[in-house]
Nanobody, 127 residues
C-alpha cells in the first residue's frame, strides 16, 4: 500500500522559514517525480514546485521563485521543501504528491502527472 506523508507545517511570522518534509512507502521512490502543491481556503489547488526522479530538474511557480527550494534524498525516500521569507499569502494546506515517470529529468506543476497524494500539512504565515 502506497503511503505519502507530509510533516513540518506550522505557524510562522512573515519573513520566517519552514522546512516541509514528505516521506513515502510502498513505492520505489527514485522512479517517481515528486511535487508540492498548496490550496488556500476558497482557492484552487496550485503547483508550488516539482522535482524529477533524479533530482536533476526542478520547477517553481513564479510566486515562490527565489524563496523556496525543493530537494530530495532518494536514499531516505524523502522530499523536502525549504521555504524562506514566508509571506501571509503563502498560507495554505501543502500537499506532497508522487508521480511515476520513466524520464530522469521530467516533472510538472500540473497535478495530472501525480497519482499518489498525502493528506497535507498546514502552513500559516502571520503578518
Amino acid at each position: 500500500q502506497v503511503q505519502v506523508m507530509e510533516s513540518g507545517g506550522g505557524l510562522v511570522q512573515a519573513g520566517g522559514s519552514l522546512r516541509l518534509s514528505c516521506t513515502t512507502s510502498g513505492l520505489t521512490f527514485n522512479n517517481y517525480a515528486m511535487g508540492w502543491f498548496r490550496q488556500a481556503p476558497g482557492k484552487e489547488r496550485e503547483g508550488v514546485s516539482c522535482i524529477s526522479r533524479s533530482g536533476g530538474r526542478t520547477l517553481y511557480t513564479d510566486s515562490v521563485k527565489g524563496r523556496v527550494t525543493i530537494s530530495r534524498d532518494n536514499a531516505k525516500n524523502t522530499l523536502y521543501l525549504q521555504m524562506d521569507s514566508l509571506k501571509p499569502e503563502d498560507t495554505a494546506m501543502y500537499y506532497c504528491a508522487a508521480g511515476p515517470t520513466l524520464n530522469n529529468y521530467y516533472c510538472s506543476l500540473s497535478s495530472a502527472i501525480f497519482s499518489n497524494w498525502g493528506q497535507g500539512t498546514q502552513v500559516t504565515v502571520s503578518s
